[in-house]
């Protein structure tokens, strides 16, 4: 004798395909970023992060397999002229979830990098993350002195100008 159902699983096949498609399309978004993006849920193990994040803290490959924020937070700690004021602000918005945060971090080797910091809170309120991204702005701080540099030679020189040409007059 012989018993047995058939269920209907066509609907959650389209479910399951579509997550898949959507994981897909975050995944080759977060990868064409060109700032580093990193996911931290609330117990500290990393969720998720982009090759620029790698590139940007120089961060070991070992320490992003482990998925361990404390260790990626002791490495990143060792790459900045102000570590303390880096930690301090991490520890605070992890404690405070409904705060964001931007900021510029100086590293050692004189490379300055935009931080975003933002909590993934769902529609009830229930605190599920922390979505890091760093931007590197240094070439854009480097063009901005070099402007403001210019600036300042050039208004020096409109301000002696009259006086040097009265000097070279020869009447």
């Known amino acids: 004798r012989w018993f047995g159902t058939n269920t209907d699983i066509t609907e959650q096949r389209q479910v399951q395909s579509l997550l898949e498609y959507r994981k897909a399309l975050l995944e080759a978004h977060n990868e064409a970023s060109a700032d580093g993006i990193l996911l931290v849920d609330t117990k500290g193990k990393i969720l998720s992060y982009n090759k620029r994040f ?14 361990d924020d404390e260790a990626a937070l002791a490495f990143a700690m060792t790459q900045l002229v102000h570590p303390e004021q880096f930690i301090e602000k991490v520890k605070y918005l992890y404690e405070h979830p409904a705060e964001t945060s931007t900021d510029i971090l100086e590293y050692k080797d004189g490379k300055l990098v935009e931080r975003y910091g933002y909590p993934v ?28 540099d210019s600036e300042k030679y050039f208004r020096y020189l409109t301000d002696t100008v009259p006086t040097i040409i009265w000097i070279t007059e020869p009447d």
Do not use: C, L
């Open 54 to 67: 790698i590139e940007i803290w120089n961060m070991p490959q070992h320490i992003v397999d482990a998925k």
């Open 121 to 148: 809170v769902a529609d009830d309120g229930r605190y599920y993350a922390w979505s890091w991204m760093f931007s590197d702005i240094t070439e854009k701080k480097n063009a901005e002195n070099k402007i403001r």
